[in-house]
């Protein structure tokens, strides 16, 4: 996830948004009948940047009038886009003069484009130490992109560093240019080669390097495995005069002449009186009320914040509803008289915000250092019980304190609202509190209205829907070692730093709550799947799994041994010793030393070793398969066998995972510290890693897991009447399709063809193309393609509902789980086609991976509340894993616990094809499984 650096330089693409603007908005007018639209969408849109990240250094950059050096260099250069709209034009000289009276540099430069300007700015203030932000639409852009040059999408707000380059575009900033030189660029004329398209440019470009590089190794050209690869040496040769001229029109100058360095391009105050005079004319009336009251551009200096932000999406309601939180209700409580005023209040209040502040993160180790409440928007209480520096007559006594918080905290009838409130409910579990009327989480909230907006903390959350910068921890803490725990904070800065906590969580359910009531579907799964899950991962997380430590130990220690073998053999295999966890003298062997070609580069253009590089290399030299699995042992043993022993807990003697509701865009759970997702379980080495996840004498592990989960749903959803039919008669899925595909009896299907019919099963839920099919079976890609036309004819139904899945993601922008879950998917339209096809793939997977999660989600719940009814502990859930539940079951109880489960698991959600769960039983989780 990129990174946004602290106050960086923003450049902003005024041509960029202008068009964007033009295009997104309405035609609005003023009543003299003057277009105002496009002035109107991009002043929003720079609001919304200014008031997000408070630059002290901003240029906004338009395109000049008059030709450029590229209509010199090749005449049809975007001659083919339509002149500009008059009403359009004549929005461009008032916009200017309102970006200069908001304060902000504005270039134009005669001869060259807006992306000059801006490659020359970025270079020169990247050279200076400053990190830039680049505000645009543009992709051409992504060939600036380096780890001090980030570009944020003007629309989405999504970040592109180098990693989301490549995982956009395939390919590194470094072979941007080359890119559209081989591909061509339709919206600005540049021609590229004939015949290559976005897949083939990507082939090319990672089988043998940048323009230059291909065309030295034209004769390597054919031995590439893409789809036309045989010919392409001879249109390529055919066509070098327009690669090299499409290079030279894509590639942005980065040494224009400006009189302006990049230092100086400072954000002034808003000359008021000329803005508010343009507002008028052009009657943006709630600017104008904004801008009397001096709420419009408020404090647009210096960011302190680092924000890390991935995919956000501005609510439009909270860039107009920009506000001060005031502070003047904050109070804190320090006496009994205020403590049961306040207690009077809660305890009369429909619903009331709730907060902990803690001298840790651990819920089990944590110490509750005060609570914080509001009751109202801007009435918040900060009610401190164990800060260091106080005299204990200066502050209430925390065990009385809680004792008389004990019967509301635990009234289900006393409606809560929190962000995240499954950490305090695990905090005041160890104060023996069980807390109840958990009704609402702002967090989960936000998650449910989109799970892909970007962060849901509350932070981010409030500077999203309230258009508040909120005070962070850092600031009132600090960073680092010299970090203070809460209960050193000094006390001013303490309690307005949790009543704002407090109202800040209040009014963003306000804001949050009415947007969700609308929405059907979002609303059933934050009522009936998110907060009921609250306690249930809360209790899971609380129960921790016992660990083997001579089991861990033993296997680290052969891991050791192994891994010093695999060195020995690594360094005989180079011929000299080097580090094998140092990327650089890796690619010194690899590809200096031993010659080996490099298939793809870093985003700094070095040969890249990543694994999916070496992975490739491996099939033909021997050195980059022992790197490989070096890696594989090392971070297995650095990752649990070393580890899992230091995250025992003390107190408990068992580990205890964290799980996170709002992390993966589908509504998968994730888990951290340890992450029990990751955990291999198709290898020998991670399987005995499971070995060490045991159960106490007396009790048995219990893994309950859902059959094939995800092609049961694509029949549900599909209603393909061969796969409908497949399940019901509990056919060998795999074995069927074999049959069907290949067209033989179920018993005549050979192993591989049932390993075909598997590939393109799983496959295809995951939107995999023939040729990845063909890479993933090692057959050619005309029989890969084959093989997928006979599934299709086979299974009909199931090509309608991807064509009609599809479609509707279009028209909707998102697709729905079948509980009504929403996976958003912005790049569904993008004229990119790179984009475009991975929110294909995403629209047709996100239904059956949702479901999936929404149908683990309702199990969770179910099971949860049955144990919760048994008198006697017999049955603990421990782990949630993927599409498993794991328990600990006393021994003699196994029999019928295993029954209960596996009911209450398939008969989590009905379908139009039974739900399977397989269970396993054994003293570790590794025999269960």
Do not use: C
Not at 244 to 265: C, F, G, N, R
Not at 420 to 434: A, C, Q, T, W
């Amino acid at each position: 996830m990129a990174q946004i650096a602290e106050n960086p330089l923003i450049l902003v693409d005024g041509s960029s948004y202008l068009y964007r603007a033009y295009h997104a908005f309405p035609p609005l007018t003023n009543s003299a009948g003057e277009p105002t639209g496009a002035m109107y969408g991009v002043l929003n849109m720079l609001r919304s940047l200014l008031l997000q990240y408070k630059p002290s250094h901003v240029a906004v950059v338009f395109d000049a009038k008059g030709k450029t050096f590229r209509d010199e260099l090749f005449e049809e250069y975007k001659s083919h886009r339509p002149p500009m709209p008059d009403e359009l034009r004549a929005q461009i000289e008032p916009l200017h003069k309102m970006v200069k009276a908001m304060g902000l540099p504005l270039l134009a430069i005669s001869g060259v484009e807006a992306d000059d300007v801006i490659g020359t700015l970025a270079l020169e203030a990247e050279k200076a130490g400053q990190a830039v932000l680049i505000s645009t639409g543009d992709k051409d852009m992504a060939q600036l992109v380096t780890p001090d040059i980030t570009l944020i999408n003007t629309m989405n707000n999504a970040i592109l560093g180098p990693d989301e380059v490549v995982e956009k575009y395939g390919i590194p900033p470094s072979l941007m240019i080359d890119f559209l030189a081989l591909m061509g660029d339709s919206s600005d004329n540049i021609p590229g080669v004939a015949g290559v398209g976005e897949k083939t440019a990507q082939a090319l470009l990672q089988g043998l390097g940048g323009v230059k590089d291909i065309y030295a190794n034209l004769d390597k050209v054919a031995t590439l495995t893409f789809r036309g690869a045989k010919t392409m040496a001879a249109k390529l040769e055919k066509n070098k005069e327009m690669a090299l001229l499409s290079y030279q029109l894509a590639t942005i100058k980065t040494d224009v002449e400006l009189e302006l360095t990049s230092d100086q391009l400072t954000v002034k105050e808003p000359a008021v009186e000329e803005l508010l005079a343009l507002f008028k004319h052009y009657e943006f009336k709630r600017w104008i009320t904004d801008l009397e009251e001096g709420k419009w551009l408020q404090g647009n200096k210096g960011n302190p914040s680092m924000k890390k932000v991935a995919a956000v999406q501005d609510e439009p309601a909270a860039v107009e509803a920009a506000s001060v939180l005031s502070s003047d209700g904050y109070v804190t409580i320090l006496d009994e008289e205020t403590f049961a005023s306040w207690l009077n209040k809660l305890q009369n209040s429909e619903l009331f915000a709730f907060d902990l502040e803690t001298d840790s993160l651990d819920t089990l180790s944590a110490n509750i250092i005060g609570l914080s409440f509001a009751t109202a928007p801007g009435v918040a209480a900060y009610l401190p019980v164990a800060h260091d520096y106080l005299d204990a007559p200066a502050q209430l006594d925390r065990n009385d304190v809680l004792a008389r918080l004990k019967p509301l905290l635990e009234n289900p009838q006393a409606l809560k609202v929190g962000q995240n409130l499954k950490f305090d409910r695990g905090v005041l579990k160890s104060y023996d509190i069980e807390l109840q009327g958990i009704r609402f989480d702002t967090m989960l909230e936000s998650y449910a209205l989109n799970s892909v907006i970007g962060r849901h903390d509350m932070d981010t959350l409030a500077l999203r829907w309230l258009n508040h910068k909120t005070v962070t921890f850092e600031e009132i803490a600090g960073k680092g070692k010299k970090q203070l725990t809460f209960n050193q904070i000094a006390l001013e800065q303490a309690g307005h730093y949790a009543a704002e906590d407090a109202d800040v969580t209040l009014q963003l359910h306000l804001k949050m709550w009415p947007a969700l009531e609308k929405e059907q579907g979002p609303k059933n799964v934050f009522e009936q799947l998110e907060m009921p899950l609250v306690p249930v991962m809360s209790r899971i997380e609380r129960n921790g799994v016992l660990i083997d430590q001579g089991i861990l130990a033993t296997h680290s220690q052969e891991l050791g041994s192994r891994l010093a073998e695999l060195e020995q053999k690594a360094h005989e295999l180079a011929g000299e010793p080097f580090n094998l966890s140092s990327p650089k003298q890796l690619q010194t062997i690899l590809f200096e030393k031993q010659g080996i070609k490099p298939t793809k580069k870093t985003p700094g253009g070095a040969p890249s070793t990543s694994e999916e590089v070496l992975a490739e290399l491996a099939l033909d030299y021997p050195l980059p398969k022992v790197i490989l699995e070096h890696r594989g042992l090392s971070k297995l043993k650095s990752t649990y066998t070393d580890k899992l022993p230091l995250m025992i807990n003390p107190h408990s003697g068992r580990v205890h995972t964290s799980y996170h509701q709002t992390v993966t865009a589908t509504g998968r759970l994730s888990s951290s510290d340890p992450n029990l997702q990751n955990i291999p379980v198709r290898n020998d080495e991670g399987r005995r890693i499971r070995q060490a996840f045991i159960a106490p004498p007396g009790y048995r592990i219990v893994a309950a897991d859902y059959s094939q989960i995800e092609l049961r749903i694509m029949a549900h959803l599909s209603q393909d009447k061969g796969l409908l039919s497949a399940f019901a008669s509990e056919q060998d899925i795999h074995r069927a399709t074999a049959a069907e595909v290949f067209g033989v009896s179920l018993d005549k299907v050979s192993g591989e063809q049932r390993r075909s019919a598997k590939a393109i099963n799983f496959g295809l839920i995951y939107g995999m193309s023939s040729f990845g099919l063909s890479r993933q079976l090692n057959i050619g890609a005309g029989e890969a393609k084959k093989y997928m036309d006979l599934y299709f004819e086979r299974y009909p139904g199931v090509l309608q509902y991807m064509e009609s899945t599809r479609e509707l993601a279009a028209e909707k922008g998102y697709v729905s789980t079948l509980d009504g879950r929403r996976l958003y998917l912005p790049d569904i339209n993008a004229s990119n086609a790179i984009r475009r096809k991975a929110a294909e793939r995403a629209a047709i997977n996100a239904p059956m991976q949702g479901t999936a999660a929404d149908i683990i989600k309702r199990a969770m719940i179910a099971v949860d509340g049955w144990l919760e009814q048994q008198t006697s502990p017999d049955v603990k859930m421990i782990m949630q894993v993927h599409d498993e539940l794991v328990f600990e079951v006393r021994a003699d109880a196994v029999e019928a616990a295993s029954a209960q489960i596996r009911a209450l698991m398939e008969g989590s959600m009905a379908l139009d094809v039974p739900l399977r769960v397989d269970i396993g039983v054994g003293d570790n989780w590794d025999q269960a499984h």
